[in-house]
Each structure stands twice: as C-alpha cells, then as structure tokens.
C-alpha cells in the first residue's frame, strides 16, 4: 500500500480556465511513473491531497471519472498560498497527489435505483466526477433514471461547460441549470437550487438524492428534500468543504464523533442525524 503521506508526482497536463472571473481553473494532471496510474484507482466523491512543493497541500475532490484512468483533475478556487501557488503552474509542472482518501460515494447502493444530483457553484465537481461515471457506457445500464440539478449565480460562474453542453444532448440524463437572476441570452431556470429543486425534483420513491455545494446551499435544501418525501437513508451529502489532512490525524474535520476525511466525506442524512455538537454544514 502506498505510504499515505507520500504524494505520487504528476505533472499538469492541461489548465482550463472555468469561469468568466478567471478565479478558478481545473488542472488535469498526467502520472510521472506510469506504474502509479495502474495503482491510483478511485470512486467517484473521493479526493485528494495536491501539493505544490515549498507551499504546501490542500485536499480537493476528484473531478474527473475513474472511466478515464489516464488522467487526474481538479478543479481549484484561488483563495489562498496553496492555491494561488496551483493557479501559477504552467504545463509540464510537477506537483504531488496524495490519495485517494475519503469514502466516495456508495456505487453498489445506487444500482436499479434512479438518482437525483443537486450542485451548486464550486462544489459541483465531485458531481461531474459522478455523472460523467455513471453515463459511461459500460455504467449507465445500471441507473434508472437521473436528474442533475446545478446552479451558480450567474452563467459565467457555471462549471465544466463543455460537459453541460454534451448532457444537454443526451436523451438520459434529466438536466436542470439555474442561476439566481435573470441573465442577458440566459435560457435556463431562474432561482436559488432549493426552490428548483422543490419544482423539478423526481418522486422519492426507489430514488437516491446526492448533494454536494455551498453550506448554504445544502442547508436549505434538505428541508425541501424533506418535504418531498425522501427518506433519511436516501439523502447523501459531501461535505469535502470541511476536509483538511485527508487522513483523520488532525482532528480538525469532526463532525460530532466523526471525522469527515476518514468516515466521510459522503455522509446519509440518517448518520448526520445521530451526530451532535456542532452545525452538519
């Protein structure tokens, strides 16, 4: 097994700007050895420690589907030393990866079900890992029916758009995009992610709901799910936004008795439920 605190080299591959602020970019990145992208395998919700050598780490969410093993991404917000320094990379740079860590999302529970994703801003990337997963060839057979529900303030703030472009297209995939005003040429929904979802949302019943994007966001979306009639057990959350060492030595992700980086970051309502001491987002 590799050692958790070794990160495997990799060297970026590939940068693209996502939103019209420029402020947060996705790296894609190309293993050093090609021995370690034989044994870096990964579910979809899991994530990572990234590296820049002389800076620092911060843990960021997959992005990028295990179907396309041949590469990793991230998608980086540019708030601090460490990603400021990951926004300075040019192609052909080496940084370390660290991982996969976390629980990711439950892949056999999904099966024979229908799925309903909620995302919002930022936090959509883990999602995208998971959508662009499940509509794999090889995976999307097992998948009833499935919604996404993605929402950002205002379209230049919307991620991965070439993906949102090719889902459009497809005849099996339920998708709803949202910003919170009327926008100029803007076609799509109008409204915060809670009041779409109370509108678009599929019946609950056989129906796994996913959430994963601003606390707030969160926060003010399970009581609609709620109300919509799904279960405790069938409402899944990332809560990624909290993770810090990636390996549960630090202590400063806990929630109640939990620590997120170990025991999560995917966490059923039902678990969140049990847990005490301090705001579930």
Not at 78 to 100: C, E, M, Q, S, Y
Not at 175 to 198: F, Y
Not at 224 to 234: H, Q, T
Request: with cysteine; proline share 6%.
């Amino acid at each position: 097994m590799q050692n958790p605190y070794i990160p495997y080299p990799v060297v970026v591959d590939k940068i693209i700007t996502e939103v019209d602020t420029k402020d947060i970019k996705t790296f894609r990145f190309k293993f050093v050895n090609p021995e370690d992208e034989q044994k870096y395998a990964y579910i979809p919700g899991q994530f990572a420690e990234v590296s820049v050598f002389g800076k620092g780490e911060a843990p960021f969410g997959m992005a990028a589907s295990p179907t396309t093993p041949e590469y990793l991404e991230f998608s980086v917000s540019t708030i601090g030393v460490v990603t400021g320094a990951l926004h300075n990379l040019k192609k052909g740079d080496t940084v370390g990866v660290r991982g996969p860590l976390g629980n990711g999302y439950p892949l056999e529970k999904f099966k024979g079900k229908n799925l309903l994703l909620i995302g919002g801003g930022f936090g959509f990337s883990t999602l995208r890992s998971l959508t662009n997963y499940i509509l794999h060839d090889g995976n999307r057979s097992a998948i009833k029916d499935l919604t996404v529900i993605y929402g950002a303030r205002k379209p230049g703030l919307l991620l991965y758009k070439d993906d949102l472009a090719a889902w459009k297209e497809r005849h099996d995939l339920n998708l709803h995009l949202t910003v919170d005003q009327e926008a100029e040429g803007w076609q799509g929904h109008v409204g915060l992610v809670p009041s779409i979802t109370k509108t678009v949302a599929p019946s609950p019943k056989n129906t796994f709901a996913v959430v994963c994007g601003p606390p707030v966001m969160m926060k003010f979306t399970l009581p609609v799910l709620k109300d919509l009639g799904f279960n405790d057990d069938d409402i899944l959350f990332s809560l990624e936004m909290r993770m810090k060492c990636g390996i549960g030595k630090c202590g400063r992700c806990n929630v109640g008795s939990k620590y997120v980086c170990s025991d999560g970051p995917v966490f059923s309502q039902s678990e969140l439920a049990k847990l005490t001491g301090e705001a579930h987002f």
